[in-house]
Every structure is written in C-alpha cells, then in structure tokens.
C-alpha cells in the first residue's frame, strides 16, 4: 500500500543552521511527490514538487529511489521557516499525506 | 474570491446533531477535494470532485457522510448524526483540474468541527 512516513513529529533547529526533514514513501512505480507548508494562522500551500527540481524560499528535496526518501533540506535556517511541513504522494485522484512535522527555528 | 472559502470556520455540535460545511472554491477550477485532518494527523481524503459529479467518493468514512456540488463550483459536505470522533478540522481545496500531475492543490482554511 502507498504510505508516506515523517519520522519526525518535531524539530527544532537554531537560525543559520542546516535543515533537513525527512520523508520516506512505500510505493511501487516512479513516485511524484510533493511537500506542502502551513505557516502559523495560514491555509496549507505547495512548497515544492520533485519533478520540477526547483528550489523555493532556500528549500530543495531530492528523489531518492534507493532509499525511497524524499528529505527536504535547507543549508541555513531561518526564523521564517517555522511552520509545518507535509510530504505527500499522489494516489489516482487524491494525495496520501504524512503526519507533519513542526519545524521551529530558535532565534 | 481571491482563494477557496469555507464556512463556517467553526462549528460546536452535540452528539447526534446535524452538520453542514460550505467550500466555495477559486473561480473556474472544475476539481474540488475534501479533506479531513485530525490533531497530530496529516490530511485524509474524503471525496473528489470533478465538476457536478463525484468522481471518487472512496474515502469517505460511512454513510453518515454525504457529500454534493450541483452546479460544479460549491460544495457542501453533509454529516448526519454526528459523532465525537468526527471532530477535527475539515479541509477544501480546488484545482484548475484533476491536479495530480502537478499535485498543487490549493486549499481553504478549514472548518473545525467539535462535537460534543
């Protein structure tokens, strides 16, 4: 069955530090997959998508099939960065989440 | 709109009563998703929408949940005698169509529901 694990219900990191939150996938083929954001007191939002290999805010996410990972990084924290972070994986019509994890960026 | 509305933001019920929750989505996207999100928990899918017509209804949970877009833009989900453990935060989102290919879905607020 497809399912998405984040290991992670919580990590806090200092401003200027290195980032990463994990994100592991169960599924059989070539994966899409997608991490949202939610900001305190905003609506859910896409970050960014792996098959446009872009970099958005400083955050990048490599595909990783071997280990079937998904981990978004980012090489210097910033207080702005706090929020909560969703992997998520596309099943037909609908996208199977993880669980989140908050990421706090202490000043 | 400038973004996917819903209402009412919250709503505290009693056992047994019924619910209806309103999603006006972003103008012209044909498809419309609920979901649902528990504390602690990542979204789960309810129901899609493609136009009028439901095109997956697989995740809602029984036949207490019900769910109609008649016109193709708004949507109401319906709970009939509701439950405690239907109380979490109830989340639309819309897309220009089945966004799957480019998985960006763009979301309300939610509707937090409480029952007690």
Not at chain 2, 3 to 10: A, E, I, L
Not at chain 2, 51 to 69: C, E, I, Q
Request: proline share 5%.
């Amino acid at each position: 069955a497809q399912r998405v694990t984040q290991p992670e219900k919580l990590l806090s990191v200092f401003k200027g530090a290195p980032v990463e939150l994990k994100c592991n996938y169960s599924y059989s083929g070539s994966p899409e997959l997608f991490w949202y954001v939610q900001y305190s007191r905003q609506r859910l939002q896409l970050l960014l998508r792996h098959i446009s290999r872009e970099s958005i805010k400083g955050f990048t996410a490599d595909l990783n099939k071997g280990e079937t990972s998904f981990h978004l990084k980012k090489p210097f924290a910033q207080e702005e960065d706090s929020a909560m972070y969703y992997c998520a994986l596309p099943k037909r019509y609908q996208l199977i989440w993880g669980a989140g994890t908050k990421l706090i960026i202490k000043p | 709109g400038a973004g996917v509305s819903q209402t009412p933001s919250n709503k505290v019920t009693e056992k047994g009563k019924y619910v209806e929750l309103r999603c006006d989505p972003i103008s012209g996207h044909t498809a419309l998703y609920w979901y649902r999100q528990s504390l602690g928990q990542g979204p789960e899918f309810l129901i899609y929408f493609q136009g009028t017509g439901a095109a997956d209804d697989s995740g809602l949970p029984n036949d207490r949940f019900f769910a109609v877009r008649p016109e193709g833009s708004v949507s109401t989900l319906k709970i009939q005698r509701t439950e405690r453990g239907d109380s979490a935060v109830y989340l639309c989102a819309s897309s220009p169509s089945s966004a799957m290919g480019t998985g960006e879905l763009f979301f309300g607020e939610g509707s937090r529901l409480t029952v007690l």
